[in-house]
């Protein structure tokens, strides 16, 4: 079990926000809000790439991972996908 220190999660600024920011119905309508506002805690967090990282790796679907919506991610897995990889 990784230590306290070398967790990235307890250095993200979320950690003291209230999860269900982060958990919209919808990145649409009244939902459109609440995922801009969970945006902008993690437009200011020091991990959003490994927190990014960690909803990809780890397919999580629902809510707002390192600045991201799940069709946000969808659209980052298919790009890099499509790549051509390299020889």
């Known amino acids: 079990m990784e230590n306290e220190m070398t967790d990235w999660r307890h250095r993200a600024a979320c950690r003291?926000?209230?999860?269900?920011?982060?958990?919209?119905?919808?990145?649409m309508g009244p939902g459109a809000r609440q995922v801009e506002q969970a945006k902008a805690v993690c437009a200011r967090c020091?991990?959003?790439?490994?927190?990014l990282n960690y909803a990809v790796d780890n397919g999580l679907h629902h809510g707002i991972f390192g600045g991201t919506t799940e069709r946000e991610r969808q659209q980052l897995a298919r790009k890099s996908h499509d790549r051509p990889r390299a020889a």
């Open 46 to 51: 020091p991990v959003r790439s490994a927190c």
């Open 16 to 27: 003291d926000e209230d999860p269900e920011l982060f958990f919209p119905v919808s990145d």
